[in-house]
């Protein structure tokens, strides 16, 4: 009888399997850090849109006349992302004019609360809010 030598080489089922359980481990954790990245991208753009609409308005009441300013008072008004109003905005904005300023007379503050969609809690932010004080040009 003549004896035959099986060649080994190639991979057996074993090591098949755990090499690719070993490839989809490392494969959800660089999905999983991507999307992390991704959200954390889009979080950071929003809060960087709504300080730029915050120091937009501060900028306009800044060029109003000061009699005028009560007029920009807003309550939770939708604006879009360039700060323009829209019924489908996704941002808020806030601003509130506050004339009783016994410290200072002749001056107004006006203060700016903008809040901006939060994607993992698919709420509304916190407002980020700025304030300022104007004084009357005499």
Not at 30 to 54: K, P, V
Not at 81 to 103: A, E, H, K, Q, W
């Amino acid at each position: 009888m003549k004896c035959f030598r099986h060649s080994r080489a190639g991979f057996t089922l074993t090591e098949v399997m755990v090499a690719s359980v070993i490839l989809v481990l490392f494969l959800g954790a660089f999905f999983s850090a991507f999307i992390m990245g991704i959200r954390a991208l889009d979080m950071s753009a929003n809060h960087y849109r709504a300080n730029a609409i915050a120091r937009n308005r501060i900028q306009r009441a800044r060029s109003f006349d000061y009699s005028s300013l009560p007029l920009l008072e807003e309550l939770e008004v939708r604006i879009d992302r360039n700060g323009n109003l829209d019924p489908n905005g996704t941002f808020r904005r806030t601003t509130m004019i506050n004339t009783n300023t016994v410290s200072a007379p002749h001056t107004v503050i006006v203060e700016v609360g903008v809040r901006f969609p939060v994607r993992t809690r698919r709420t509304l932010s916190e407002p980020l809010t700025m304030e300022t004080i104007v004084a009357t040009r005499m």
